[in-house]
């Protein structure tokens, strides 16, 4: 029987593995948010104290969505944090701008729970580990060659992308680039950081943010413009440098700040009572449709309890308490684009029909004049909160759909 497990075990972590290496919907660098690796030269503890402190502000960073968040707190001491640390061997030791050889890679993993803690605690907020994948389309001229960069693509500037997105914990997705990509996107588009093209073309790779890039060698320097394309935020800006790595990161420090200002939630007062609204949402016609809307809303950081109220094999109806303010839960909706906003066309209020003298008359819609049936929802009236059959006050009521 233990075999048999071991088996079952075994097929399943393969199939599941080979999901994730050839579905595109799929396959993402997935960084661990606590973790950071460090080359240094020995393993003296003045150089892994220093190696501490240097990666615990990369962790802070990544934690709060700021790059000049370590300005703004007071510093803690950083093995305060650690959690566990090891060393493994550089292969090929490098040497840094001070002429040290760095012979060992220190391995450190930070307690996210005491950071998060201490962000929260001090007033700042935090951009939790539900983080939406960014799609990336960098557009390169080098010389004569012009090019975009694919999934299966080798490159010193795909590399020098991914390290500087994995600093900032930001899973990201390459795209195929190929003739379907082409038929929908095209490099122009790509440099101009046109919203519409660049984000039909990356429907097929996910939901979340964009990030379009085009670099451009001009002998000298290199020149570049960035587009990051959000359901409901967008931002556009250029550098310039000789140093392509240094270009790169400023621009994914760029970005993960917009997104950071977008992501990350600072939990309401202890003092103030939790904001209670209702979602509802369409297009739920399967239990792993309903599964994949409930464990979407439960990992949201704005969100403190997602409480199914009603499922009917179209929509799905959910009492959400929050933890943070309203605006914050629904701007991060919004950009995730994982549900859609759906627009509820209210119809003009009509006056009730005439009746002659005397007769009955049935409870009539103040709006549409039609009597109501037993399921008809009457939230604008009242909400009878689940488990208690107690009407109160009508609670906010937002209506989205489940895309894809």
């Known amino acids: 029987m233990l075999n048999l497990k071991a088996k079952i075990f075994v097929s399943i972590s393969f199939v599941f593995i080979t999901m994730l290496l050839t579905n595109p919907l799929l396959a993402s660098l997935m960084p661990s948010l606590y973790d950071v690796d460090i080359a240094v030269t020995d393993e003296s503890a003045d150089a892994r104290q220093l190696a501490f402190t240097q990666g615990l502000s990369e962790v802070f960073i990544r934690i709060s969505g700021d790059s000049f968040i370590m300005n703004k707190l007071k510093r803690p001491p950083a093995s305060r944090y650690v959690q566990q640390f090891s060393y493994l061997p550089i292969e090929n030791p490098v040497i840094n701008a001070d002429g040290e050889v760095l012979k060992l890679l220190l391995k450190i993993k930070y307690n996210g729970n005491k950071i998060e803690k201490y962000l929260l605690n001090n007033g700042f907020s935090v951009w939790s580990e539900h983080r939406s994948d960014v799609v990336v389309w960098l557009a390169i001229r080098d010389g004569q060659n012009e090019y975009v960069l694919k999934d299966g693509d080798s490159s010193l500037l795909k590399t020098a992308m ?71 935020n967008e931002q556009y800006w250029s550098l310039l440098d000789s140093d392509y790595t240094t270009l790169i990161n400023t621009a994914v420090d760029t ?75 629904l701007n991060l909706i919004n950009n995730d684009a994982e549900i859609v906003e759906v627009k509820v066309i209210k119809p003009s209020a009509v006056p009730a029909p005439e009746l002659p003298p005397g007769a009955a008359r049935d409870t009539v819609s103040e709006t549409t004049g039609t009597a109501l049936s037993d399921n008809t929802s009457a939230s604008a009236a009242a909400t009878v909160l689940p488990d208690s059959g107690e009407t109160g006050p009508a609670l906010p009521r937002y209506y989205y759909r489940l895309i894809n």
């Open 162 to 232: 991914n390290e500087a997105l994995n600093r900032r914990g930001i899973a990201n997705r390459w795209p195929l680039y190929d003739y379907q990509d082409q038929k929908t996107l095209t490099v122009a588009d790509i440099r101009g950081g046109f919203k519409g093209p660049l984000m039909n073309a990356s429907k097929r790779y996910g939901n979340g943010p964009v990030l379009a890039g085009s670099m451009i060698w001009n002998g000298q320097q290199w020149q570049s413009s960035w587009s990051l394309l959000m359901a409901s």
């Open 255 to 329: 970005a993960a700040d917009v997104m950071g200002s977008v992501y990350a939630i600072n939990n309401a007062s202890a003092n103030l009572p939790l904001v209670t609204l209702q979602l509802d949402v369409e297009a739920v016609t399967s239990i792993e449709r309903y599964r994949r809307v409930e464990n979407y809303l439960k990992k949201l950081s704005a969100v403190d309890t997602a409480l199914p109220v009603s499922v009917n094999g179209q929509n799905a109806v959910f009492l959400i308490t929050l933890r943070s303010e309203e605006k914050d839960f």
